[in-house]
C-alpha cells in the first residue's frame, strides 16, 4: 500500500479514477457521469457494500422539501451551528459550510434525478440537531441505499470494476498520481492510468494498529464498520504530502446488541429510555450522544449495559430494519412490571431516573414521557463504527498539503477525508458520516470531471 515513483505507462487512462464504490465513490461517479466524464470505480469486493451498506443510511439536510411537508423550518446555517456546537468549533469550518449548505440540494439531486425515495424522519429527535433532519429511504438501512446508488450508477454508464484491490498509486516528481496498480482475486495485477483521482475509500477502522495508534480507548473494542477500510487512503495521502488532520476522531456506538451484535436505535434512549450497568445502576447522561457512549459502556463491569425502554418507544425503533432484525433474534427482553423486567434480565435492582427535573448526570427529564408497561430491555456494548479524521480537503474535496496548496490532481470525500467531528467521539453529530460521504462525494465527482487532464 504504497505510492511508487518510476515512470509508467498504462494501456488504459480513466479520465476520472475512483477508488472505493460506498456511497462517496458512487455518488462522486454519479457526479462526475453527469458532467460527461469517462468514470471508473475500483472496488476491492466482489459486491460493493462498504460501510455505507452497514448504516442506516440516514443522511442530514437542512432546508428540504421533506422538512418543509412536515412544517419544519430549517436552514444551514443553522444545520452549521449545530455541526460545530457537538464538534466543540474544532471542525473547519470551510467543510463545514460546503456540507451544510450543500446537503439539500444533493439528496434532492439524488432524489429526482437517481430516483432515490428520500423520507425524513419526523418521529424522533437526534442528539445535538435542533430540527428533525435526517432524511433515509423506506428500510431506514444502508443496503437500500447502497442497492440504490448502484443501479443509478449502472443507469448513469459508469464503469464499476469489483475484486480489484488498490495496492499502489504511481505518482510523478510534482505528486500528480499517475495510475493505481490492483491486485485481482486471482493473484494478477493490472495498471490503470488516470487524469484524476478520487479517494474514496474510507477510513481505518478495519486496521487495529491504526486504531490503536489514533484511538487507544477502543483499541481491542468491536469494529462494526466494514473490514476492508483498512486506512489505505491515509497512507497514501500522507506519502504524497497531503496534510491529515483529527485522526483520533470517530463515531463510536454504545448500543450494540450484545452477543447479538446487531445495532440498537438509540431513538431508543432519546424517547425517553435510559442504560444501566451490570450492577443495574445508571451511569451517565445518555442524552449526549451515541458516539460516546462506545467509551461510557466500555468503561462499565464486563463491558456492557442494559438499554430500557418501554413499548411505545420499541414502536418507534421498528421503523429501523436492524431493530426488528434484533427483536426477532429474540434479543430484547420484555416484561409486565419493573419486578419481572429485573428478573427476566437478571440485573440485582434497576435504577429508574427521575420523572422531572435534571438528574445527577445532567440529563433533563421534563419533557421526556414517562416509561410504561410493557417495559423492554436489551443487553448492548460499545463499538467502533468508522473513523472520522483523515487526509485534509477544502471546500471543493481537494487533497491539501500541510500548506495549503492542493495536490496536482487528488481529491477525497467520505471516510478518506477528515470529516466534521474534531478529534474526539464526541464531537460526531448523527449522519456526519453520509453526510461528507455523499456531498463531499459529490463536489469531488464535479470538481473532478472538470478539471480532468489538467496535468
Ligand atoms: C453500523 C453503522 C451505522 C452507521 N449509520 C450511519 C447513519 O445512519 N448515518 C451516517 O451518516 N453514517 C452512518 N454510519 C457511518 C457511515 O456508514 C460511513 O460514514 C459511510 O458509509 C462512509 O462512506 P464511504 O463511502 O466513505 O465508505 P464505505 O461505504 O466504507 O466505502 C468504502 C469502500 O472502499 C473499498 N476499499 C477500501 N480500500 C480499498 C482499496 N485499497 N481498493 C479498492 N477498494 C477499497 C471498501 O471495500 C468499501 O467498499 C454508520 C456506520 C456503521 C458502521
Known amino acids: 500500500m504504497s505510492v511508487l515513483r518510476e515512470a509508467v505507462a498504462p494501456e488504459f487512462t ?43 443510511g ?22 452549521a451551528a449545530d455541526v460545530q456546537k457537538k464538534a466543540g468549533g474544532a471542525a473547519d469550518p470551510r467543510s463545514v459550510a460546503a456540507v451544510t449548505k450543500g446537503a439539500a440540494g444533493t439528496i434532492e439531486w439524488l432524489a429526482d434525478r437517481h430516483g432515490l425515495a428520500f423520507s425524513l424522519v419526523d418521529d424522533f429527535d437526534y442528539p445535538g440537531h435542533r430540527r428533525r433532519r435526517m432524511h433515509g429511504l423506506p428500510t431506514r438501512a444502508g443496503a437500500e441505499l447502497m442497492d440504490a ?44 492510468g488516470c487524469d484524476v483521482l478520487i479517494l474514496a475509500c474510507s477510513g481505518y477502522g478495519g486496521n487495529p494498529a491504526l486504531v490503536a495508534r489514533h484511538i487507544p480507548e477502543l483499541a481491542g473494542a468491536v469494529y462494526f464498520g466494514h473490514a476492508g477500510n483498512r486506512g489505505d487512503a491515509l497512507r497514501w495521502g500522507e506519502a504524497l504530502g497531503a496534510a491529515t488532520r483529527h485522526l483520533s476522531g470517530h463515531q463510536g456506538h454504545g448500543s450494540v446488541a ?5 445495532l440498537v436505535t438509540w431513538a431508543v434512549i432519546m424517547e425517553g429510555g435510559f442504560q444501566v450497568n451490570q450492577t443495574g445502576r445508571r451511569f451517565w447522561n445518555e442524552a449526549s450522544g451515541y458516539s460516546e457512549a462506545a467509551a461510557a459502556v466500555l468503561a462499565q463491569p464486563s463491558g456492557v449495559a442494559w438499554n430500557i425502554f418501554d413499548s411505545r418507544i420499541a414502536k418507534v425503533a421498528r421503523q429501523f430494519e436492524d431493530f426488528r432484525q434484533a427483536e426477532a433474534h429474540g434479543t430484547i427482553v420484555a416484561a409486565e412490571s419493573w419486578e419481572e423486567l429485573t428478573e427476566r434480565t437478571g440485573l440485582p435492582a434497576i435504577e429508574r431516573p427521575p420523572t422531572t427535573g435534571t438528574d445527577a448526570f445532567g440529563r433533563d427529564w421534563s419533557l421526556t414521557h414517562r416509561l410504561v408497561p410493557p417495559f423492554h430491555a436489551v443487553r448492548v456494548t460499545g463499538a467502533l463504527f468508522h473513523t472520522q479524521g483523515g487526509l485534509v480537503v477544502d471546500e471543493a474535496a481537494r487533497v491539501l498539503r500541510p500548506d495549503g496548496r492542493p495536490l496536482p ?18 464531537g460526531y453529530l448523527s449522519g456526519n458520516g453520509l453526510l461528507t460521504a455523499v456531498v463531499l462525494g459529490r463536489l469531488a465527482g464535479q470538481v473532478a470531471a472538470s478539471e480532468h487532464g489538467m496535468v
Not at 150 to 175: N, Y
Open 14 to 56: 480513466a479520465p476520472v479514477l475512483i477508488v472505493g464504490g460506498g456511497a462517496a465513490g458512487l455518488v462522486a461517479a454519479l457526479a462526475a457521469a453527469e458532467f460527461g466524464a469517462e468514470v471508473v470505480v475500483l472496488e476491492r469486493d466482489a459486491l460493493p457494500r462498504g460501510s455505507t451498506a452497514l448504516s442506516a
Open 58 to 79: 440516514l443522511i442530514p439536510a437542512a432546508g428540504t422539501r421533506w422538512q418543509a411537508a412536515c412544517g419544519i423550518v430549517d436552514d444551514p446555517e443553522t444545520f
Open 149 to 192: 446508488l448502484l443501479e443509478a450508477a449502472q443507469r448513469a454508464g459508469v464503469t464499476l470494476v469489483t475484486g480489484a484491490t488498490v495496492t499502489h498509486l504511481h505518482a510523478d516528481a510534482s505528486d500528480a498520481v499517475r495510475a493505481a496498480t490492483i491486485a485481482r482475486p486471482d493473484g494478477s495485477t493490472e495498471l490503470v
Open 258 to 262: 450484545h452477543p447479538a451484535g446487531i
Open 409 to 426: 490532481n487528488l481529491l477525497a470525500a467520505g471516510g478518506a477525508a477528515c470529516g466534521v467531528s474534531g478529534p474526539s467521539a464526541s
